[in-house]
């Protein structure tokens, strides 16, 4: 641990405090949390008709009524999924964003329980299905270097950034709301510390043991069998449903038909007695022995790190009730979510028998895309799963990025555009040609490269109108490299780039490009488009999605461990979804079909749609790959 900084704030402290290096400027001040709000994007909705959204105006970005409780009206909420840096959500949630119906949300989180990583190397791979196979997941760079580079680097960047994200995390609780942090023996003891400052030492509750059985291993120590979890209240005013256990299974003996029971007499001191009456247990204890997720269990996605919904769901159902919202923003699997959908498990014998309870509203955010797709499939997975949506920070992550570290705060826009453009040629490895052309930026051996702006999607004009100045200067090859692509792109742009005699290739410009020590460690790859066939069948009123065909451009790119495993194009697929009537908005789910490590096999035919009334309508595809990449295609169909 870092020492203090100087002379003057070590004569002058006042309390017991952690110090590492970073939590203090040179002259001895606390350093601010960095607030940094940006608004958000929906880019897709889930398990919610049409009708219903387009009548909601808390949905079509008005000023949102009451939400929350203690106010008088309530309507609809969506429960959310977030894709991006916590550190960024925490403080846009803080500030709320009109434009997609969020209030701001200070002081209106009831419970938060985190399971962050334990400053370990090893917390983040996973296991997913190719074909009948399954094979190991590491996690992509950017969540290599996220999690493990910057924070397991050293203790000091470990409590830096966990000192950071308690900090915003407190602001988002409600007055009579809970944490739980979930950790083990790596940095258990030092994350108590920080909660005593954030929290106050008079609000710690329980520490709780939560002890699992698991192989032995040898070794020169006592094994480790347990994890603890820190139970913290943000007032003492807080939210706690007495939990109960029962006789057997706590320390209490029993004996033929009485029991022995532990009561406090009229004077508060505790005398054992005898009973016969019939119980409902005794007071659940801070030591809770559940198993771990075995390989085969119902519940299991193939994080090596998920946990239990019993053990998610008992603080769940202690700390919330009914309606009350619950958030989690280091996410994994969605054990929490799925805790907070209502999802629990009771033991019949050796049976565990998973049932749905009353559901809670939430909220989760994680920095992987794969997290993000793993926890979408475990809520469809759940019956009667309440309407949610995912969100990310997008374009306006990318712009701040643009703006404040590309270009160091300079607001110039035509400086910002130039500097911006040459970073993505550099990292591209070709040669800028910026001030040449209109809409051409680089030149890679024989090709072209245009570049997409970092906040908005690369667009079918704009890619027109390179492939005509390609064509003007008699340049036979393209490539564009974007963000995010027009919705439907991929239908029309071969057919431009024929007629202009053309090679073209999309290419995906990775998040990776805004990681420094990516960029500096040269582990920025930019990957070409997958490329989607479809058929549309009608009959009638009625219409069905068939897939045709599915394959990745970039064979080379694949690990060699995947490659062998792939038998067919639809072996490349996790999961499907079709909008049955897009409006060139959010992506509105309708229908999906996908893959669980329970029931592997994926349709390749959606089910019939029935169309209401007559009229033109475009249906639009979306396909995740085994990599947590999607690509989306537009048809458009005329019902008679």
């Given at each position: 641990?870092?020492?203090?900084?100087?002379?003057?704030?070590?004569?002058?402290?006042?309390?017991?405090?952690?110090?590492?290096?970073?939590?203090?400027?040179?002259?001895?001040?606390l350093?601010?949390?960095?607030?940094?709000?940006?608004?958000?994007?929906?880019?897709?909705?889930?398990?919610?008709?049409?009708?219903?959204?387009?009548?909601?105006?808390?949905?079509?970005?008005?000023?949102?009524?009451?939400?929350?409780?203690?106010?008088?009206?309530?309507?609809?909420?969506?429960?959310?999924?977030?894709?991006?840096?916590?550190?960024?959500?925490?403080?846009?949630?803080?500030?709320?964003?009109?434009?997609?119906?969020?209030?701001?949300?200070?002081?209106?989180?009831?419970?938060?329980?985190?399971?962050?990583?334990?400053?370990?190397?090893?917390?983040?791979?996973?296991?997913?299905?190719?074909?009948?196979?399954?094979?190991?997941?590491?996690?992509?760079?950017?969540?290599q270097?996220?999690?493990?580079?910057?924070?397991?680097?050293?203790?000091?960047?470990?409590?830096?950034?966990?000192?950071?994200?308690?900090?915003?995390?407190?602001?988002?609780?409600?007055?009579?709301?809970?944490?739980?942090?979930?950790?083990?023996?790596?940095?258990?003891?030092?994350?108590?510390?920080?909660?005593?400052?954030?929290?106050?030492?008079?609000?710690?509750?329980?520490?709780?043991?939560?002890?699992?059985?698991?192989?032995?291993?040898?070794?020169?120590?006592?094994?480790?069998?347990?994890?603890?979890?820190?139970?913290?209240?943000?007032?003492?005013?807080?939210?706690?449903?007495?939990?109960?256990?029962?006789?057997?299974?706590?320390?209490?003996?029993?004996?033929?038909?009485?029991?022995?029971?532990?009561?406090?007499d009229?004077?508060?001191?505790?005398?054992?007695?005898?009973?016969?009456?019939?119980?409902?247990?005794?007071?659940?204890?801070?030591?809770?022995?559940?198993?771990?997720?075995?390989?085969?269990?119902?519940?299991?996605?193939?994080?090596?790190?998920?946990?239990?919904?019993?053990?998610?769901?008992?603080?769940?159902?202690?700390?919330?009730?009914?309606?009350?919202?619950?958030?989690?923003?280091?996410m994994?699997?969605?054990?929490?979510?799925?805790?907070a959908?209502?999802l629990?498990?009771?033991?019949?014998?050796?049976?565990?028998?998973?049932?749905?309870?009353?559901?809670?509203?939430?909220?989760?955010?994680?920095?992987?895309?794969?997290?993000?797709?793993?926890?979408?499939?475990?809520?469809l997975?759940?019956?009667?799963?309440?309407?949610?949506?995912?969100?990310?920070?997008?374009?306006?992550?990318?712009?701040y990025?643009?703006v404040?570290?590309?270009?160091?705060?300079?607001k110039?826009?035509?400086?910002?555009?130039f500097?911006?453009?040459?970073?993505?040629?550099?990292?591209?490895?070709?040669?800028?040609?910026?001030?040449?052309?209109?809409?051409?930026?680089?030149?890679?051996?024989?090709?072209?490269?245009?570049?997409?702006?970092?906040?908005?999607?690369?667009?079918?004009?704009?890619?027109?109108?390179?492939?005509?100045?390609?064509?003007?200067?008699?340049?036979?090859?393209?490539?564009?490299?974007?963000?995010?692509?027009?919705?439907?792109?991929?239908?029309?742009?071969?057919?431009?780039?024929?007629?202009?005699?053309v090679?073209?290739?999309?290419?995906?410009?990775?998040?990776?490009?805004?990681?420094?020590?990516?960029?500096?460690?040269?582990?920025?790859?930019?990957?070409?488009?997958?490329?989607?066939?479809?058929?549309?069948?009608?009959?009638?009123?009625?219409?069905?999605?068939?897939?045709?065909?599915?394959f990745?451009?970039?064979?080379?790119?694949?690990?060699?461990d995947?490659?062998?495993?792939?038998?067919?194009?639809?072996?490349?697929?996790?999961?499907?979804?079709?909008?049955?009537?897009?409006?060139?908005?959010?992506?509105?789910?309708?229908?999906q079909?996908?893959?669980?490590?329970?029931?592997?096999?994926?349709?390749?035919?959606?089910?019939?749609?029935?169309?209401?009334?007559?009229?033109?309508?475009?249906?639009?595809?979306?396909?995740?790959?085994?990599?947590?990449?999607?690509?989306?295609?537009?048809?458009?169909?005329?019902?008679?």
């Open positions: 641990m870092a020492e203090l900084p100087n002379q003057k704030l070590r004569a002058n402290a006042r309390r017991t405090e952690l110090v590492w290096e970073g939590k203090y400027d040179d002259a001895g001040n350093r601010p949390i960095e607030r940094i709000a940006l608004p958000f994007q929906v880019i897709e909705t889930i398990n919610q008709s049409r009708a219903t959204r387009e009548r909601e105006p808390l949905l079509a970005g008005l000023p949102p009524l009451p939400l929350f409780e203690g106010e008088v009206e309530r309507p609809s909420w969506r429960n959310k999924l977030v894709w991006g840096d916590n550190k960024y959500v925490l403080a846009s949630l803080i500030e709320g964003d009109p434009t997609v119906g969020l209030k701001p949300m200070k002081g209106k989180i009831n419970l938060i329980y985190i399971d962050p990583p334990f400053d370990t190397g090893d917390d983040f791979s996973f296991r997913v299905k190719v074909g009948d196979e399954e094979v190991a997941k590491q996690p992509s760079i950017i969540e270097k996220a999690y493990n580079d910057t924070w397991g680097r050293s203790t000091d960047s470990y409590l830096q950034m966990m000192y950071e994200r308690l900090v915003l995390m407190r602001d988002l609780l409600a007055d009579n709301g809970s944490i739980y942090v979930h950790l083990d023996w790596h940095v258990g003891h030092y994350v108590k510390l920080l909660m005593d400052e954030i929290f106050g030492r008079d609000n710690f509750r329980n520490e709780i043991v939560w002890w699992y059985k698991r192989w032995t291993a040898a070794s020169n120590n006592f094994q480790r069998m347990h994890d603890v979890i820190l139970f913290y209240s943000k007032t003492q005013n807080y939210k706690f449903n007495q939990l109960f256990q029962s006789l057997a299974s706590s320390t209490q003996a029993v004996h033929g038909d009485t029991r022995r029971i532990n009561v406090l009229e004077s508060g001191r505790m005398i054992t007695q005898r009973t016969s009456e019939p119980t409902k247990g005794v007071q659940m204890h801070d030591v809770w022995e559940i198993p771990f997720v075995v390989e085969h269990s119902q519940e299991q996605t193939g994080y090596d790190t998920q946990k239990p919904v019993e053990l998610v769901g008992r603080i769940v159902d202690a700390s919330t009730n009914e309606g009350d919202l619950v958030a989690d923003f280091f994994g699997s969605g054990a929490t979510l799925a805790a959908e209502g629990r498990v009771k033991k019949e014998g050796n049976r565990s028998i998973y049932y749905k309870d009353k559901p809670r509203r939430w909220i989760g955010c994680d920095l992987g895309r794969f997290a993000i797709h793993t926890t979408r499939k475990r809520l997975d759940i019956p009667d799963c309440k309407p949610f949506e995912i969100l990310n920070l997008g374009k306006y992550e990318r712009r990025w643009q404040n570290v590309i270009n160091g705060g300079e110039d826009d035509r400086k910002a555009v500097e911006y453009l040459a970073f993505i040629v550099e990292l591209y490895r070709a040669q800028p040609v910026v001030n040449q052309f209109s809409h051409l930026h680089g030149r890679k051996g024989g090709r072209m490269v245009h570049v997409g702006a970092s906040d908005a999607p690369v667009t079918h004009s704009e890619i027109a109108d390179a492939l005509k100045e390609c064509s003007a200067n008699r340049f036979n090859a393209l490539d564009v490299l974007g963000w995010e692509w027009e919705m439907g792109l991929h239908d029309v742009y071969e057919s431009d780039a024929r007629r202009e005699g090679d073209l290739r999309l290419l995906q410009i990775p998040r990776e490009v805004m990681d420094r020590r990516a960029v500096e460690a040269g582990d920025v790859h930019f990957y070409e488009l997958a490329h989607l066939e479809t058929e549309i069948v009608k009959e009638g009123r009625t219409a069905q999605v068939r897939l045709r065909n599915f990745i451009p970039n064979p080379e790119l694949v690990p060699d995947l490659k062998g495993k792939v038998k067919k194009w639809s072996d490349w697929i996790d999961y499907w979804a079709v909008d049955w009537d897009f409006k060139e908005d959010t992506f509105h789910n309708q229908w079909s996908y893959r669980t490590r329970r029931h592997p096999s994926l349709k390749t035919e959606s089910d019939p749609h029935t169309y209401q009334n007559p009229g033109s309508y475009k249906v639009l595809v979306k396909v995740v790959d085994i990599f947590g990449n999607d690509i989306t295609k537009v048809v458009e169909i005329v019902i008679g």
